[in-house]
């Protein structure tokens, strides 16, 4: 069982992360995320971690790199949780219902959390007051 949860769990973070890539947030990270997870149970992964790693801390960074970066970020989580609502609420529109909004809303929820833990992690590595 423990198996079979550990790859469910690196499959669905792994897949929800290559969703995110189009998004302008840090989904580089659940990439991340899921390779580390699954390396437990597959370890041939492993060869694949560190390059993935380098290339979403760098994304991370990017990010969050300016003011307008952040705020276009914020308002990719906040449309997608936007477009949830509309998707659970609105039935007229394609494939709308709550199975449908709810998976929206989860994405833009985890885009903005990805987003507030890239700007922490990069304030806290550069050393900008404030942070702690």
């Known amino acids: 069982m423990k198996r079979v949860g550990v790859i469910v769990l690196g499959a669905v973070l792994l897949l929800v992360g290559v969703a995110l890539l189009v998004l302008p947030g840090p989904g580089l990270l659940l990439v991340l995320a899921g390779l580390v997870t ?44 936007a477009a949830g609502v509309a998707w659970g609420v609105l039935r007229w529109l394609p494939l709308a219902g709550w199975s449908t909004g709810t998976s929206l809303i989860l994405s833009g929820l985890v885009l903005l959390g990805l987003l507030a833990w890239s700007y922490r992690n990069v304030r806290a590595r550069s050393g900008a007051p404030g942070h702690g």
């Not at 041939?44 to 971690?49: A, C, N, P, T, W």
Request: proline residues 7%; positive net charge; hydrophobic residues 50%.
């Open 38 to 81: 699954l390396t437990s149970e597959f370890p041939d992964l492993k060869r694949y971690v560190d390059p993935v790693r380098a290339r979403a801390m760098k994304a991370a960074e990017d990010s969050v790199a300016s003011p307008l970066r952040i705020a276009m970020s914020v308002a990719a989580g906040l449309a997608l949780i």
